[in-house]
């Protein structure tokens, strides 16, 4: 059957039949159209989430490893700026072990000078300016 | 074995010669996937129909059993290779439609068969598809009953039309391999279990097939059931271990996207919380260096300061105190800082300090007896201040030993305050002496390392007091003293005499001394002692003698 055939060659083509040689083989052409379409675009979506899964899959490989990456710099940032707080730290306590003492020093001196000075004022010839100006270096 | 030849020919001239609408064979291969598999899904729908199966089963199993199924074979054969094949169910029919009846002539085979398809031909589509699915059916049926003559009967032909078949198979099932996974589901209800039975091996057999088809004659029926051959068996085993394969690759697969994920948040976490930390320890850091700066200013103004107070204290008072002041803060253990520096830069203000001290001594040291041992304990204190001065211990401890030095000080003169206004000109002539006694005890401490000059008469006559210790007590004063007394005695006019007389006699005395010394050293004890006790009773004559003369002269 030529005719059938043709009718038929002529679906497969993916075309509507332009001989409509029977109705209901061209309403059967068109569902296997649809259903050619249909199953094309079922492919196509699967594909695509297949390609989104694997684009997913390695986006968090990648992010897992930067994250590592990431991770151990800030450990040895800890570290250095650990060492370095430390030693400050202790230099700190140094100094104000040593202001300490100092301060204590200059307060004794103080008073030493502060008790020459009331004691020996009946005697000594001191000019009002230096013992003002005694006084004023000594910080009382 | 005619059946063998005539269907290795037709199938071959099948092979041979597609005449297909649609042309090259890529296209057909491009379209097979969908195609076939929808013509074979729209065959199996049809199926399904009550009426076609029914009429499609009838003829085709009724068919199938005719004992003139040689033809049939053929044409099964030649039609269940086309479908499978790169060709649609439809167009192959057709094509095996029109090839057939164009080589109706050509096949040797029964021309009843011939006949027989020729006839079957309808017209209308539906008695076609009714037709194409008696066909269909018929094949299967067919192959069925070929596979199981083919093991049943153990000819030599056998093997190779088996093998033949199952090549033919083979390539079929090779082009269908891409439609194995999209194709359609082999678990079709409807399908009669020769139909399942083509269906299966096409999508079941890979290249291990090949393999497998020299073993599937040997092997016996499986345990399976009657419809699956053992050939058929093995592929349904192989495609159920396929599939179990598969799910377990997505679940391996899934499995480690979840993990990914878990690791994901895991280090997420982990670096937010070391974050954390990092600024926290940053900010401590930041704090204690602000504080560190802080500190190193604070002592350096703590310096000066305590600088500028050790000045004036040595200004103050009389005191050399060995102020030694704190080292650098690298360097704990640096040199201590030796009083001299500072006592020879302070030495113009030493003969003040010293008046000074000596108003103290004066003031604090009143008229009670308890001044005596007041100034006692100063001197105590004074000696304590020199020793530490001496000594050039550790850093640490000196300034605390100044301190309590200088505590003692302070309490002295507070306690003796009090007694500040109480009799200064009656504590004088005690004092002075007391003075006198305190001074050469401490000058010879200190003086020693002084080198500065003196300008006050007080410390020439204290220096002078030095070296006239060694003159039996008399002071260069004291000597002074007896001269003006011995002048107004014995006259002015003769005072140049005496004095010559008494010059003589000082170096006499002195070139005795001298001698005296020597002739210790060198002769016998005995020589020096006369000459000794000679030159002694020489030199007092000698003195006596001047003076008289003197007194005489006067």
Redesign the interface.
Known sequence: ?AS???T??GS??SSTPQNSG?S??VLQAQM?ER??KR??SN?ESARRSRMKRQK??DD??T??GE??K??QQ??T??DT??Q??IR??A??S???A??D???H??Q??????W???T??S???TYSLSDVTS?LT???Y | MDKVFSVDEISDQFWSSPQL??GSPGERST?SR??SE?AFQ?FLREQASPKAKAAASNSSWTRGRVEDNDAMEIKGEGQIQKPFSAN?V??NV?NN??NKSARESKIIANPRALSVATEN?P?D??E?QAFLKSRLNLACAAVALSRASYVLSQEEAQPRSHGSSKEGLHEISKSQDKNAG?GAAPGNHSVSAVQRKTGIPVRSTSGSSREQSDDDEAEGETATTENLDPADAKRVRRMLSNRESARRSRRRKQA??TE??T??SQ??A??SS??K??SE??Q??NE??V??RV??A??ET??A??K???E??Q???GLNPPFQT?SE?PSLGTPPFEGSPSDASTGAAVPVRDD?RN??YQ?NSNSTVSSLQRVASLEHLQKRIGVAHHRHGNL?KN?RRK?KA??E??EI??SL?PR??SLPFCASPSTFFSNRIETPAVYGIRRRRNSGSFSRSGEYRARRGLACNALFGLGVPELVVIAGVAALVFGPKQLPEIGRSIGKTVKSFQQAAKEFESELKKEPESITESSAQESEADSPDKKDESVPSAKESA
Do not use: C
């Open positions: 059957m059938s055939s043709g038929w060659s497969m083509t029977s209901v083989e296997d259903k050619r199953m094309d492919r997913h899959l968090l490989v992010l897992v994250l590592r990431e991770n800030i450990v940032d800890l700026i650990y370095n707080y400050v730290a230099e700190n140094i100094l104000q040593q202001a003492e100092l301060t020093w200059l004794s001196l103080n008073e030493i000078i008790f020459l000075l004691n020996s009946a005697t000594q005694i270096s000594s910080e | 609408p649609l379209m969908s195609e929808w729209r649609n439809n167009i057709n439609n029109n031909i017209v589509s539906e076609y999209d480690h996207l990914l994920e690791q994901v280090l997420r982990e670096n070391l974050l930390q990092l320890i940053s401590k850091f204690a260096a504080d560190n500190l190193k604070d002592v703590l310096r300061k305590v500028m107070a050790e004036t204290v200004r103050l008072t704190m803060m000074q108003h103290l003031a640490k300034p301190e200088v505590a000080t302070m003169s507070s305050r500040l206004p």
